[in-house]
């Protein structure tokens, strides 16, 4: 069975994506932190990084770099780094967004409208 990663990146789940490309795709976690909080997936799915071939690391992270200098520029916010990978077995690194200081326990609720707002501010097309 396919991940629920896997399905957001074959469009069988909807997500505000903010990314893609061959190899990659990123969009907005449905559970924020902080608002911007993203997630950055590799196309193919396996359950942790490291299993990951060369390539396919490199264009994770490539994309993780990407979209945190992106970040910088359009929110003026630094990006948190986060690697869990305890609920959706398929690799994904977390990127937060934030202004100054890291708090732990973070959570921010978001409407609909204010989810389009960050993707529309974000997204790279
Ligand atoms: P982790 O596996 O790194 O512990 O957490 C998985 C993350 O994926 C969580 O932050 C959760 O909010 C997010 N997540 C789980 N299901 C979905 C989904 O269907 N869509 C999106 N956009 N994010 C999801």
Redesign the pocket.
Known sequence: MSS??T??VNGE?P??KIYEDEKTMA???????TPG?T?VIPKVEVDKIYELSDEDYTALMNTVKKLSVHMEKVLGARTLW????????HA?V?LLPFDKTWHQDRHVELTEDEFKEIQKKLEIK
């Open positions: 629920i990663f399905k957001i789940i997500c505000y969009f907005l976690d449905i559970n924020p932190e909080h997630l986060k690697v869990i990978g305890t609920d959706v077995p994904h977390h």
